[in-house]
């Protein structure tokens, strides 16, 4: 790796995401990929020295790296400012939004050999804030679909099947209701299913039907594409199938460009504890060693991490009694 650097922008963000950030970041650098940080800061750690929780310097960083990995960032909820995390993947474009979900031995949970994808569009739908009061006892927010922005993440999620060695890919809606947009995204998901018939099978389910399904029988599953609300919930589902939020890694993709994150909280009561769990960071670096085409590190990491957490050298969450710098420290050793 030699002269060959990846550079990568690195947002610590809010709460406990330093901490995170921190155990992420040698967690990877030991790997032996040589990676180049430029740490810039997002969220409220950023309102001080630039007026906003979405500077465009952090903007121009991820364009020229082309590559970020980012910790939780604090939402206000009902007031303040909007969601860092949605408004980075609309300014970036970032539309498609991926949450493998696979089953850890070692953590506590009623399912065993999970391994399910969720494939989210992440650019319109109601997370589109396009949204009004009506009058002064109600409000509207609009629900858009487009057949370029379903395309686009129909295929993202048939190309990761063919690439990653998936059987199937379910498309789920609520098309049954809601005729014309989620109509339009069923029908172009189904037309886009025939260019990769006799590689990997197609179907549909409706949203609800899904959600009871994924309980029931997740093993019928592989690849699920949704719509950007419905990915959101069912990924929160998914993630509750493998131990939670704090297992689960997370990927933003556009062209060109890739952020990766965890997608919990930044449980800012647990700030500066040593306590926080960095499990779905580090799985989210994994997931960017991967798509720097450094394959080899990105297992080395995975196996050293579900070595560990095995062995019950973990935090507290998942039964150990490490704090986040020396659950860090034991998945290093691991890498030797």
Same mark, same amino acid.
């Given at each position: 790796?030699?002269?060959? !650097?990846?550079?990568?922008?690195?947002?610590?963000?809010?709460?406990?995401?330093?901490?995170?950030?921190?155990?992420?970041?040698?967690?990877?650098?030991?790997?032996?990929?040589?990676?180049?940080?430029?740490?810039?800061?997002?969220?409220?750690? *950023?309102?001080?020295?630039?007026?906003?929780?979405?500077?465009?310097?952090?903007?121009?960083?991820?364009?020229?790296?082309?590559?970020?990995?980012?910790?939780?960032?604090?939402?206000?909820?009902?007031?303040?400012?909007? *969601?860092?995390?949605?408004?980075?993947?609309?300014?970036?474009?970032?539309?498609?939004?991926?949450?493998?979900?696979?089953?850890?031995?070692?953590?506590?949970?009623?399912?065993?050999?999970?391994?399910?994808?969720?494939?989210?569009?992440?650019?319109?739908?109601?997370?589109?804030?396009?949204?009004?009061?009506?009058?002064?006892? !109600?409000?509207?927010?609009?629900?858009?679909?487009?057949? !370029?922005?379903?395309?686009?993440?129909?295929?993202?999620?048939?190309?990761?099947?063919?690439?990653?060695?998936?059987?199937?890919?379910?498309?789920?809606?609520?098309?049954?209701?809601?005729?014309?947009?989620?109509?339009?995204?069923?029908?172009?998901?189904?037309?886009?299913?025939?260019?990769?018939?006799?590689?990997?099978?197609?179907?549909?389910?409706?949203?609800?039907?899904?959600?009871?399904?994924?309980?029931?029988?997740?093993?019928?599953?592989?690849?699920?594409?949704?719509?950007?609300?419905?990915?959101?919930?069912?990924?929160?589902?998914?993630?509750?199938?493998?131990?939670?939020?704090?297992?689960?890694?997370?990927?933003?993709?556009?062209?060109?460009?890739?952020?990766?994150?965890?997608?919990?909280?930044?449980?800012?009561?647990?700030?500066?504890?040593?306590?926080?769990?960095?499990?779905?960071?580090?799985?989210?670096?994994?997931?960017?060693?991967?798509?720097?085409?450094?394959?080899?590190?990105?297992?080395?990491?995975?196996?050293?991490?579900?070595?560990?957490?095995?062995?019950?050298?973990?935090?507290?969450?998942?039964?150990?009694?490490?704090?986040?710098?020396?659950?860090?420290?034991?998945?290093?050793?691991?890498?030797?």
């Amino acid at each position: 790796m030699l002269g060959m !650097a990846h550079k990568v922008t690195l947002i610590p963000g809010d709460g406990i995401g330093p901490e995170l950030a921190d155990a992420t970041r040698r967690v990877l650098d030991a790997s032996g990929v040589e990676i180049e940080w430029e740490v810039v800061e997002a969220g409220e750690a *950023s309102i001080a020295e630039h007026g906003t929780p979405l500077p465009e310097v952090l903007l121009e960083s991820i364009r020229r790296n082309g590559t970020a990995l980012k910790g939780p960032i604090t939402t206000p909820v009902g007031s303040g400012f909007r *969601s860092v995390n949605v408004g980075l993947r609309q300014a970036l474009n970032l539309y498609a939004n991926l949450r493998p979900a696979k089953s850890i031995k070692g953590i506590p949970g009623r399912y065993q050999d999970i391994d399910l994808v969720v494939v989210r569009e992440n650019t319109e739908d109601l997370y589109a804030g396009i949204e009004h009061m009506v009058g002064k006892d !109600a409000a509207e927010s609009i629900k858009i679909i487009t057949r !370029a922005a379903s395309e686009r993440i129909a295929r993202f999620a048939f190309d990761y099947a063919v690439a990653h060695g998936r059987k199937k890919v379910t498309a789920v809606h609520k098309a049954n209701i809601m005729k014309m947009s989620d109509g339009l995204f069923l029908k172009t998901c189904r037309d886009v299913s025939e260019a990769y018939v006799g590689r990997v099978e197609f179907e549909d389910r409706i949203v609800d039907n899904m959600c009871m399904q994924l309980v029931q029988k997740p093993e019928l599953y592989d690849v699920l594409v949704l719509p950007n609300l419905y990915g959101d919930i069912v990924s929160d589902l998914v993630a509750g199938l493998i131990g939670g939020l704090g297992v689960a890694p997370g990927g933003n993709y556009g062209d060109g460009i890739a952020v990766f994150e965890a997608v919990h909280g930044s449980a800012p009561k647990y700030t500066g504890m040593n306590r926080a769990n960095p499990t779905a960071l580090i799985q989210s670096g994994v997931l960017m060693l991967r798509h720097l085409n450094e394959e080899a590190a990105a297992d080395r990491v995975d196996e050293a991490l579900r070595a560990a957490i095995g062995a019950g050298e973990s935090t507290k969450d998942l039964g150990g009694n490490l704090g986040t710098r020396e659950f860090a420290d034991a998945i290093i050793a691991r890498l030797g």
